[in-house]
T-cell receptor, first 115, second 114 residues
């Protein structure tokens, strides 16, 4: 079945630094990738949608200059949290889809802790 | 940011009982619905899905019911096992210009006691 690999699974960074999270579709071409953030005991909140080769579409309230998304190939999307602060500490999850009519495959998530 | 004082609904059952988890969705234009299981520290795991032109779909030990009139979705788990303990989310796919985006429900914590 469809597999999405997300790395790293955990990362601790210092306040003010940037962190990059990778999301790879291993056995299918992901025309669309989604990035979610999940705070403890809460639901997944969509941050942005990215289509291969296009600029990402951000949800209301999500700062595009802070959460940089790149989807340069059909198998890789990256989320970079720039100038991270403790309030950015969260569980970040990616999801990939082959397009309309196909389902969604989720990565295993990245626990980001900013100290 | 994080909401203060938010608590997920909880459901506690005994092993072997049937479980019913409910979800109210928001968008009458949503055309596809999915139930996910999420274990601690992991990404969501697909359980079962249903399209808006159906009202019931069955899988192995799981059944999803869709009531579009009241915008309600339910997940029934038969003979619940301790391994079913997790957080369960419903998700709806938007139609129209937002096609493809999934919106997740609040989630329910299921605890299965041996």
């Amino acid at each position: 079945g469809a597999v999405v690999s997300q790395h790293p699974s955990r990362v601790i960074c210092k306040s003010g630094t940037s962190v990059k999270i990778e999301c790879r579709s291993l056995d299918f071409q992901a025309t669309t990738m989604f990035w979610y953030r999940q705070f403890p005991k809460q639901s997944l909140m969509l941050m942005a949608t990215s289509n291969e080769g296009s600029k990402a579409t951000y949800e209301q309230g999500v700062e595009k200059d802070k959460f940089l998304i790149n989807h340069a190939s059909l198998t890789l999307s990256t989320l970079t949290v720039t100038s991270a602060h403790p309030e950015d500490s969260s569980f970040y999850i990616c999801s990939a889809s082959q397009g309309a009519g196909y389902g969604y495959t989720f990565g295993s998530g990245t626990r980001l802790t900013v100290v | 940011g994080e909401s203060v004082g938010l608590h997920l609904p909880t459901l506690s059952v005994q092993e072997g009982d049937n479980s019913i988890i409910n979800c109210a969705y928001s968008n009458s234009a949503s055309d596809y619905f999915i139930w996910y299981k999420q274990e601690s520290g992991k990404g969501p795991q697909f359980i079962i899905d249903i399209r808006s032109n159906m009202d019931k779909r069955q899988g192995q030990r799981v059944t999803v019911l869709l009531n579009k009139t009241v915008k309600h979705l339910s997940l029934q788990i038969a003979a619940t096992q301790p391994g079913d303990s997790a957080v369960y989310f419903c998700a709806e796919r938007a139609g129209g210009t937002s096609y493809g985006k999934l919106t997740f429900g609040q989630g329910t914590i299921l605890t299965v006691h041996p």
